[in-house]
Structure formats: structure tokens, C-alpha cells
């Protein structure tokens, strides 16, 4: 299995939070990805990256924030969570733009 | 973006081949087809992918149809294990979005 971790894996906390979530690569892969699932919509780009401080938006970026400072670290972060943003959120990584992806075993996020 | 059609649900027996099928009637020449399954509680599993010709690998083959409007994902001993939300996608290799439609669930009976 690639080795992708996620954390927290579970966190519950209240609107207007602030809230930060990891994804920890140990494939040097070069891109990285962070999607959201939700019943009826299937799993949708929140935002993805191509490379060090390299980042672009997906379908879904409004609320959201990334940023990657080392390859091997991508943080998905909402500034002030609100409940619309409750989810299942999935890390991914591929080692290049036409590559299989792999994903994390995901975060589940309650916003109250 | 090109949109893949896949039924709502499946089943099949254990130990029994499983032809799940994918229409994408507006495809484009750059566009692969991609394969993945979900399993309950766990992240998406690339299963295979191919663009023209047939492909196999140690988990399934993907059957491409000669006009590429179509292809099949074949399991060829459904197990247990197997039962999962599988997704086709169509991954254009210079756009990041890859867009998971609702996929099929396949069940299977032991």
C-alpha cells in the first residue's frame, strides 16, 4: 500500500473554527491531492499540487486553503469552518500527472 | 468534460466472472480510461487503466471497445472482497480534475 497518511482521522469541532489537515507522503511523489466525498456527489478536487509551494485549485477550492512547504507534507486548511464543510475528506498522491492515484484512508470532519 | 455512464448496481456470485460496463460516448483521443473501486470506510483503489488497447493486471482486465465509446471492467473471480463502489473515469493526462461520477455497487453473494 503507498504509504499515505491522514490526520486527524476523526474531529468534530464548531462553526467558525479554524481547522488543519494533514496528509504525510513517504513516496516522494511529486503531485498530491485533497478531495472531499459527500452522499449524491461522489468525490470532488478541492485542491491539488504539482510540486513544492506549487498548488492549484479543483472543483470545489472556495473556503479552502493548501499549502506544502516539503514534498512530502499537504495541508488542507478551512479558515472558519462551516457546517457545509462537513465531510469525508481524501488525500491522494501520484507520482505524476498521468499516473495512477492513491488515496488515504480519509478524515472525517464534523463541523456542529 | 466527458461523461462516463455506469449502472446504479450489480451483483454477482462469489467465484463467478463480473463484467461491469462504462459508456463514454464523447470521449475524446486524449482521454484515458481509469478504473477505481471504493471499498466501505476506505479511500479509492486504482484497480486499472488503459486508452486503446485491452490491459491486464494482477487485480482485473479493462476491455476497450474499437470505437472507445465504450469499455468493461472484468473481475474474473469475484470474491468477497470484491464487493465495492467500482468508478470509470476518464482522466485527460493534462487535467489534474478527476471527476468520480456515482460509479456501480456491486454486491456479491457468496
Known amino acids: 500500500d503507498a504509504g499515505i497518511t491522514q490526520s486527524p482521522r476523526h474531529k468534530v469541532t464548531e462553526t467558525g473554527t479554524p481547522v488543519t489537515l494533514r496528509c504525510h507522503q513517504t513516496e516522494n511523489h511529486r503531485y498530491m491531492y485533497w478531495y472531499r466525498q459527500d452522499p449524491g456527489h461522489g468525490l470532488r478536487l478541492i485542491h491539488y499540487s504539482y510540486g513544492v509551494k506549487d498548488t492549484d485549485k479543483g472543483e470545489v477550492s472556495d473556503g479552502y486553503s493548501v499549502s506544502r512547504s516539503k514534498t512530502e507534507d499537504f495541508l488542507l486548511t478551512l479558515e472558519s469552518a462551516t457546517s457545509s464543510q462537513t465531510s469525508v475528506y481524501f488525500c491522494?498522491?501520484?507520482?505524476?500527472?498521468?499516473?495512477?492515484?492513491?488515496f488515504g484512508d480519509g478524515t472525517r470532519l464534523s463541523i456542529l | 468534460d466527458a461523461k462516463t455512464t455506469q449502472p446504479n448496481s450489480m451483483e454477482s456470485n462469489e467465484e463467478e466472472p463480473v463484467h461491469l460496463p462504462c459508456n463514454h460516448s464523447?470521449?475524446?483521443?486524449?482521454?484515458?480510461i481509469h478504473w477505481y473501486r471504493q471499498l466501505p470506510s476506505q479511500g479509492p483503489e486504482y484497480v486499472i487503466h488503459g486508452l486503446t488497447s485491452n490491459v491486464n493486471n494482477r487485480m482485473a482486465s479493462l476491455a476497450i471497445a474499437e470505437d472507445r465509446k465504450s469499455s468493461t471492467l472484468i473481475l474474473h473471480r469475484a470474491t468477497l472482497r470484491d464487493a465495492a463502489v467500482y468508478y470509470c473515469?476518464?482522466?485527460?493526462?493534462?487535467?489534474?480534475?478527476?471527476?468520480f461520477g456515482a460509479g456501480t455497487r456491486l454486491t456479491v453473494k457468496p
Open positions: 491522494a498522491i501520484s507520482a505524476g500527472r498521468d499516473q495512477p492515484q492513491h
Open positions: 464523447t470521449i475524446s483521443g486524449t482521454d484515458y
Open positions: 473515469i476518464l482522466r485527460d493526462p493534462w487535467n489534474n480534475d478527476m471527476r
